[in-house]
């Protein structure tokens, strides 16, 4: 069973057109959750981490929110520089001294003009 | 600060050959990661290190698999022998409060 799953697995909007990507998660305790933008040939990009149930972050045009199974992260009026996969992973606590990311297999959103 | 310096970006190598994946962490970040991204799997975690020891390498798919990191500023990533199924991109990251990530080695094993 996949501890982070993302949907949709692909998203293709017109600029200006706002949405959400889903992320939901199962772990015992989690440390932290973690959203990247990844682009073509590159690695991870950090956005945001959120650290607890009903925590938001913003820039710029994304806003990430956070409840105990959930993840959102909010496109407001996006452009076509926003095209990109983007992945959520989570950190969990663990008597092993875990520190990895678990990651999500991302949406793969696409903004056309 | 360059970030997170992998070497080489591609490789391209015969079944059978080792190959031996470069990675430089941020200077003062004390955890080093590597990762593997495919197009079926996504992004998964194949060993770990702080303070430069190994902690968890329970995500090495085999034997084939080694990591190395013999000092603060550089580790390794070794296949041998290698396989057409390796091919993937391989990432690197290290932390100290956040995540950062290399750009990859992307390997084709033909």
């Known amino acids: 069973e996949d501890q982070v799953t993302q949907s949709p697995e692909a998203l293709r909007l017109q600029e200006g057109e706002s949405s959400s990507l889903n992320c939901s998660y199962t772990v015992s305790g989690l440390r932290g959750l973690f959203w990247y933008r990844q682009d073509p040939g590159k690695g991870p990009e950090f956005l945001f981490t959120?650290?607890?149930a009903g925590e938001e972050k913003e820039k710029e045009r994304l806003k990430a929110t956070l409840t105990k199974k959930e993840s959102f992260l909010h496109i407001t009026a996006p452009k076509p520089e926003d095209s990109a996969t983007y992945l959520c992973?989570?950190?969990?606590?663990?008597?092993?001294?875990?520190?990895?990311?678990?990651f999500g297999k991302g949406t793969h959103l696409i903004i056309q003009p | 600060d360059a970030g997170v310096i992998q070497s080489p970006r591609h490789e391209v190598t015969e079944m059978g050959q080792e190959v031996t994946l470069r990675c430089k962490p941020i200077?003062?970040?004390?955890?080093l990661f590597w990762y593997r991204q495919t197009m079926m799997r996504g992004l998964e975690l194949l060993i770990y290190?702080?303070?430069?020891?190994?902690?968890?390498d329970s995500g090495m798919p085999e034997d084939r698999f080694s990591a190395k990191m013999p000092n603060a500023s550089f580790s390794t990533l070794k296949i041998q022998p290698s396989e057409p199924r390796d091919s993937a991109v391989y990432f690197c990251?290290?932390?100290?409060?956040?995540?950062?990530f290399g750009s990859g080695t992307r390997l084709t094993v033909v």
């Open positions: 959120l650290y607890s």
């Open positions: 290190f702080n303070n430069n020891v190994p902690i968890d």
């Open positions: 200077s003062g970040h004390n955890s």
């Open positions: 990251a290290s932390r100290s409060t956040g995540y950062t």
């Open positions: 992973a989570v950190q969990e606590y663990s008597g092993g001294g875990a520190d990895g990311l678990t």
